[in-house]
């Protein structure tokens, strides 16, 4: 039987972001790194959202970092970065994410596989008060495009698989497109995958130590340049380590890891506390009215 889940809910008291960091690996994307930029900068843009957005060349061997410079020159918000290695999908998020600025993150991929929209969506979200916005591109408004069938069924077995493990009502934990607030990426350090498992520590460890979530449906679509960089064979073990490590800290840490529950920005949807005997009494006597014993009738209280 599963555990009964914990409602959290965003409160208005959390302080309002004012920038936005856009974290963007790229290895060999010199085929989409320019329209992903283009297209996330100016979506971005005509909402009027503050942003930078931090592509993290992570050891391309093609023209990636020459086009960034070229985008730089003409994008003020964009800053691009060299990951000097060692390399990988993880390590590049992670360097960027120990250098922007903003008040909170998101992490696109550089394939234009993630919809520019959808990232407004998740501001907004971020606004309201949530720590973390999720999007599912399995729930009703989700939509894929293209999805290369074996990979399909393998994701939507993995991601069973944890939302079983950990009881959560998330569908897509696996796809790395999430927004959190700085706090959040500071509250799961330190970040141990180095590879694509990032993307399901990063959500993971954010639910785990007590910040609020909620999920909305975004759209995605398969890559039309380039290679995938993603190899289902070398990663599968990377990501059921980082699953059950997480897993661990969920049921044995005994809370060890948690956010402290005077920085929560979201609380729980609980029944209001009765008031104790004591307490009854000593708003009695504040009023000047007299304890009724068992028994008699409202007339004993003065009017």
Not at 85 to 93: D, S
Not at 158 to 163: M, Y
Not at 185 to 203: D, K, M, Q, S, Y
Request: hydrophobic share 40%; with cysteine.
């Amino acid at each position: 039987m599963l555990r009964r889940q914990t409602v959290l809910v965003p409160t208005p008291s959390a302080p309002p972001p004012r920038l936005l960091s856009v974290v963007i690996p790229a290895r060999d994307e010199e085929g989409s790194i320019a329209v992903t930029v283009e297209h996330v900068h100016a979506a971005l843009a005509a909402e009027k959202i503050e942003h930078e957005l931090l592509v993290v060349d992570d050891g391309s061997t093609d023209r990636t970092r020459p086009i960034l410079d070229e985008l730089a020159a003409r994008i003020p918000e964009l800053r691009p970065l060299s990951n000097p290695g060692p390399h990988g999908f993880g390590r590049a998020v992670i360097y960027g994410l120990d250098r922007f600025r903003g008040d909170a993150v998101a992490v696109m991929m550089a394939d234009e596989s993630d919809d520019a929209g959808d990232l407004v969506r998740y501001w907004r979200l971020i606004e309201e008060g949530w720590d973390c916005a999720f999007g599912s591109r399995f729930v009703r408004g989700g939509k894929v495009f293209d999805y290369p069938r074996l990979k399909l069924w393998v994701n939507r077995i993995a991601n069973r698989f944890v939302a079983i493990l950990f009881n959560i009502r998330l569908n897509d934990t696996t796809n790395a497109f999430k927004c959190y607030r700085r706090e959040v990426i500071e509250g799961c350090r330190p970040l141990l995958a180095p590879h694509f498992n990032l993307t399901v520590e990063l959500p993971l460890k954010a639910i785990v130590r007590g910040y609020t979530w909620k999920v909305t449906p975004i759209t995605w679509r398969n890559r039309k340049t380039g290679v995938a960089k993603l190899k289902m064979r070398e990663m599968g073990s990377r990501y059921l380590f980082i699953v059950l490590y997480v897993w661990l800290e969920k049921y044995f840490s005994r809370g060890d890891y948690r956010r402290p529950v005077a920085q929560a920005t979201g609380t729980m949807k609980t029944p209001a506390a009765e008031p104790t005997a004591a307490e009854e009494r000593s708003k009695l006597q504040a009023s000047g009215l007299k304890e009724v014993p068992k028994g008699e009738s409202e007339k004993a209280l003065p009017t």
